[in-house]
């Protein structure tokens, strides 16, 4: 569905990260964890594509919904000077999002950077039908403790939040691959479990291998460049066990074990 989205807020969360809350019915009444809208940037149609933006978070019932993102180029920058008050155009939301599997009773969320974004959600779905939260395990992962995001919303949700920075600025020191590596005991972590991530490609590909390894289901959302973000353009193709396929149509969320990482 496409319609114009009123800003309720936009917030600066980080230095090059803001928050966007807009006004949608049926995009916080229809998005499933881990699908995305695609973002009309500008009042025109420079730049002429839209930017995807993973679901951040929804509420039905104040008709509103949540985009977390951060400036990377043109479009970015642009929709950071939007204000209160402003409409957006959207498109959404699209994608297949996450499997949620009632009869995996552990949750492991792995976020690397910018993959908190459509993680928080997640997060928010299992802890309201049907997980215990403490069978919730959040794991973060950032370069430095300025680009640490949404951690308080996380803990608002399950005690098991922990967070690395790669310089060691803030939580553990080291990457959050080693940090699920030490989550998974298995005196209480077993293949009842269930892995979620999102980040950075070379993050996915070390999640997912310690997934195998450790023989745990693992689902992982991509990312990639998209134009249309309907499966038309054939812009964002990955390799996967099934061949080339879209990550705005057939994704984002692919099981772990189905992408080909060495392309």
Known sequence: MQEKCRILDHQKVAPFHFKITLVSKYISSHAEPGQFVNVRCSQDYD?????????????????????????????????????????IDILGPLGNGFDINKDKKVA????????????????????????DPRSIHILIGTKTKELILAEKEFKTLTDNVIVSTDDGSYGKKGFVSDVLLETLDPRTIDASATIYACGPKPMLKAIAEIAFQKKIDCQVSMEARMACGIGTCLGCVINTTKGYQKVCDDGPVFDAKEIVWTS
């Open 108 to 131: 492991i969320l792995v976020a690397g950077g910018m993959g908190v974004a459509p993680l928080l959600y997640l997060a928010k779905f299992l802890r309201s039908t049907i997980h």
């Open 47 to 87: 730049p002429l594509l839209r930017r995807p933006l993973g679901v951040h978070n929804v509420n039905p019932e104040e008709e509103i919904f949540e985009l977390l993102y951060e400036i990377v180029g043109k479009g970015t920058e642009l929709l950071s000077k939007h204000q209160v008050g402003q409409e």
